[in-house]
Nanobody, 124 residues
Framework: VQLQASGGGLVQAGGSLRLACTSSGRPFSSYLMAWFRQAPGNEREFVANINGNGIIKYYLDSVKGRFTISRDSAKRTVFLQMNSLKPEDTADYYC??????????????????WGQGTLVTVSS
């Protein structure tokens, strides 16, 4: 399974970006999908995940109400809509996938598939 992330860029504080991650794997709908981020000098941090049917979602507290994770199984793509961006959201963002687990999985070690990072830079 390969994951391809896109959508990062430079945005001013208060702006929005939409990240996308497309999977080459089948069946995509059975994977728990997540977004993580990593700022320079920091550990990789859980941002959000979404279960296979797209109903159950979990978020990092600091992004609740601003970020929305969603998925389109027909396109094998998971999205992260990021609104009201803050400078502290600046990081490389990674999508990840896991088989055989579900729920509030926030440890990067629980995910077996990873995309390359896409850089999000929020200027103040």
């Amino acid at each position: 399974v390969q994951l391809q992330a896109s959508g990062g860029g430079l945005v001013q504080a208060g702006g929005s970006l939409r990240l996308a991650c497309t999977s080459s794997g089948r069946p995509f709908s059975s994977y728990l999908m997540a977004w993580f981020r990593q700022a320079p000098g920091n550990e990789r941090e859980f941002v959000a995940n979404i279960n296979g049917n797209g109903i159950i979602k979990y978020y990092l507290d600091s992004v609740k109400g601003r970020f929305t994770i969603s998925r389109d199984s027909a396109k094998r793509t998971v999205f992260l809509q990021m609104n009201s961006l803050k400078p502290e959201d600046t990081a490389d963002y990674y999508c990840a996938g896991a088989r055989g687990i579900d729920g509030d999985a926030r440890d990067p070690r629980q995910y077996e598939f990873w995309g390359q990072g896409t850089l999000v830079t929020v200027s103040s």
